[in-house]
């Protein structure tokens, strides 16, 4: 069975532009989240998505949106980037969003801001 | 406020040397809590869930278990594929949000 997929797996953009990151969950899971991962940390949430409804936003800015769609995959879009978002975007997907569901994760996108 | 501390931040064994990861958390409500292993560059891979104080489980060398204010992660004679980076999470809320700890980088020598 194929696992969560990511696209790009690498990305080198400059400061002010866009971004737009791309996931494809487990066939069957109906919920996608984002966390942004920097260097020696831990994963920090984004958001989480269900049935292409916002769930949850973690302490990001406004710069960072993302939707769901029709077919449960998801985008990640960040504006007007600054050096600070550089870090590996991970996406994860899970069958609901009940606390105690498992969240499997794709293998990232490398976002360098230069 | 919620959190998640794991310690120690890095760990060097010997290849057989058994040692044990701490993730200690603070949380409201825990509705469950997370082991995985990340390999540099790479997304986090899926290793156990623990609900409930007293549950432990087992995978080939790594056994986890958990009290009421924090989890450990046994590896049992490790070898140097068991080098990895090791996060612990917790679901402080009723809905899907993941709360890490920061991460204990284990390498395992020959």
């Known amino acids: 069975d194929a696992g969560v997929t990511q696209s790009p797996t690498h990305l080198i953009k400059t400061r002010g532009q866009h971004v737009t990151l791309r996931c494809s969950p487990i066939s069957g899971h109906k919920s996608v989240s984002w966390y942004q991962q920097v260097l020696g940390q831990g994963p920090q949430f984004i958001f989480q998505?269900?049935?292409?409804?916002?769930?949850g936003r973690g302490n990001f800015p406004d710069r960072f949106s993302a939707r769901q769609f029709p077919n449960y995959s998801s985008e990640l879009n960040v504006n007007a980037l600054l050096l600070g978002d550089s870090a590996l975007y991970l996406c994860?997907?899970?069958?609901?969003?009940?606390?105690?569901?498992?969240?499997?994760f794709g293998p990232g996108t490398r976002l360098t801001v230069l | 406020e919620d959190q998640v501390t794991q310690s120690p931040e890095a760990l060097r064994l010997q290849e057989g040397e058994s040692s044990s990861l701490n993730c200690s958390y603070t949380v409201s409500g825990l509705r469950g809590l997370f082991w995985y292993r990340q390999d540099p560059g790479k997304g986090p891979e899926f290793l156990f869930t623990?609900?409930?104080a007293g549950e432990e489980k087992e995978k080939e060398r790594l056994k986890a278990t958990l009290t009421k204010k924090e989890s450990f992660l046994h590896i049992t004679a490790p070898k140097p594929e068991d080098s990895a980076t090791y996060l612990c999470?917790?679901?402080?809320?009723?809905?899907?949000?993941?709360?890490f700890g920061a991460g204990t980088q284990v390498v395992v020598t020959p």
């Open positions: 994860a997907s899970s069958y609901g969003t009940s606390g105690g569901d498992e969240q499997f």
């Open positions: 623990l609900y409930s």
């Open positions: 998505y269900y049935e292409k409804e916002e769930r």
């Open positions: 999470a917790v679901h402080p809320d009723s809905w899907g949000k993941l709360q």
